[in-house]
Every structure is written in structure tokens, then in C-alpha cells.
């Protein structure tokens, strides 16, 4: 083990609109993990956040699209490009292929708040999907080919190996 604190952290409901189109006024760049069925809710708020940056002159704001979803980003983008009622930025909504493990926290075991996760720390996500520069995080790995591959990778190797481990378990 080896505990990293992590500070300057914040988190917001996307159903308090008003408060998540302020903080996308302002984002450098944002992420969405929120389960693919919950998407066209945080569309809404994404919505009110291009127009925020708008009014605030701000530019286009790039989003990285954390979900177990092969086409998330159209999802969204479809979803936000509906519910916009004024002028907006433009959004470059990112497919990404999430492979890090979070355990289920065991009770007892710390602090309510830590968080245990596997040293595994490659995401990768659709470069061109991007609409202002790419950013400099640690691990996060801009593909400018074709994105599906890492897609399917993610899903027929990763998602499929916990499946099948899943299946076997209980038949053992």
C-alpha cells in the first residue's frame, strides 16, 4: 500500500444545475462516470455549462467520457445538443477505455472517505475527439487512431475476463 492524499477535491449532484454550469463555466476539462442510463440527465446540466462558458467568453470544453458504453459520446453529445435553450461553446466529447480497479470498500478498514485502487493507471482516450489542446495528466494517453480497438479491447478482454472469472466461481 501506499496512501496519496488527495486535496482539492469537489464534488456536485449533476440535478443542481446551477452549481455544475459554474463549475463548467470556469473547468479546464471535465469527465463524466456516471453509468450510461444516467446520461441524458447530466446532458441537461452539461447543456447549461456550455452556455455558462458562453456568456462567460469562455472557449469550447472537452469531456471525457468514462462509460461502458461503445458510442457514450454520441449519447451525450446528442442529449446536451437537445437541451441547449441559448447559445453554447462547442463540446468535444472523448470516448475513454477505463481499466483501473476500485475494490468494494471493506467496512472498517480505514476512513470512510480512502479509497484503494490497483497501481494499473493507463487511460486512454479518442484524441480527435478533443477540441482544445490535450492535457498534461499522468496516465492519461491521447489516441489519435482509431479509437475502437482500445474499446473493444477494454471490453472483450477486461470486462469479459471478470465475467468469465465470475461464471466460473460460481459453478466451482
Known amino acids: 500500500e501506499r496512501p496519496v492524499p488527495i486535496d482539492q477535491v469537489g464534488a456536485l449532484a449533476f440535478a443542481d444545475g446551477g452549481a455544475v454550469a459554474e463549475a463548467l463555466a470556469g473547468a ?15 446532458a441537461i446540466a452539461l447543456a447549461r455549462g456550455l452556455e455558462a462558458r458562453a ?11 468514462c462509460e461502458n458504453l461503445p458510442d457514450a459520446p454520441a449519447v451525450l453529445t446528442r442529449h446536451a445538443t437537445a437541451a441547449l435553450a441559448g447559445p453554447a461553446v462547442a463540446l468535444g466529447a472523448a470516448h475513454t477505455a477505463i481499466g483501473r480497479m476500485v475494490p468494494v470498500p471493506v467496512p472498517g478498514l480505514g476512513e470512510p472517505t480512502d479509497v484503494r485502487v490497483e497501481p494499473y ?30 474499446d473493444d479491447r477494454k471490453r472483450f478482454v477486461h470486462n469479459m475476463g471478470h465475467c468469465m472469472l465470475a461464471y466460473l466461481g460460481e459453478r466451482r
Not at 453509468?35 to 441524458?40: D, M, Q, R
Not at 456568456?55 to 467520457?65: I, S
Not at 486512454?124 to 492519461?140: K, N, Q
Request: overall charge negative.
Open 28 to 42: 479546464d476539462l471535465a469527465a463524466v462516470a456516471v453509468g450510461a442510463a444516467n446520461l441524458p440527465q447530466v
Open 55 to 65: 456568456r462567460a467568453g469562455a472557449g469550447p470544453l472537452d469531456v471525457l467520457v
Open 121 to 150: 493507471a493507463f487511460l486512454p482516450y479518442e484524441a480527435r475527439a478533443f477540441t482544445g489542446p490535450r492535457p498534461e495528466v499522468p496516465g492519461l494517453v491521447p489516441i489519435s487512431g482509431d479509437f475502437a480497438m482500445y
